[in-house]
């Protein structure tokens, strides 16, 4: 996992995914373009803008994904993720992998993270890194973000 400010985000340029072209779109999406699913480069880039009303605890589960690395950047309001490494966790997950969705979720475990999300920072999620995104950070509001999705 890397939690960052968007203006840090060439230091990422090492990385075998493209972090910086990921932030780069977020930053510079159009607000007036309508939620929907955006090519960046066919299946291996695309993005996934979405507005959707934040929830308290318990309301979702953990989340986690195997072909897909997630980098995650609210474009409006605030929202609260809780992340756990997954690697030598005990859990049980609430049901199988869904190879078509890449997600496979699991129950809230005992300790975790969280962080915020507001507009100009970042959030990449690897493989074993456990997220549950959507948190209400003060109280449920509605939000709007894009979650750039970077095949690996």
């Known amino acids: 996992m890397i939690y960052d400010s ?3 985000v060439e230091a ?5 995914v493209p972090l910086p072209e990921a932030v780069r779109f977020a930053r510079t999406f159009d607000p007036a373009r309508p939620d ?5 480069d066919g299946e291996d ?13 318990g309301e979702r ?12 950047m609210v474009l409006e309001g605030a929202e609260r993720h809780d992340v756990v490494l997954l690697d030598g966790l005990a859990l049980e ?12 979720f699991f129950p809230e475990p005992k300790e975790y993270s969280s962080l915020v999300l507001t ?5 990449l999620y690897g493989p074993g890194d456990g997220h549950r995104p959507g948190g209400s950070v003060d109280a449920p509001r509605t939000i709007r973000k894009v979650c750039v999705k970077i095949r690996i």
């Open 61 to 72: 589960p953990f989340e986690a994904h195997r072909r897909y690395v997630d980098v995650q």
């Open 6 to 8: 968007a203006e840090n």
């Open 36 to 40: 929907g699913r955006y090519p960046i």
């Open 119 to 123: 507009p100009g920072r970042f959030v």
């Open 45 to 57: 880039v695309f993005a996934i803008v979405q507005s959707l009303a934040t929830s308290p605890d």
């Open 93 to 104: 997950p609430l049901a199988d992998y869904d190879r078509q969705k890449d997600v496979q």
């Open 12 to 16: 990422y340029g090492h990385l075998a």
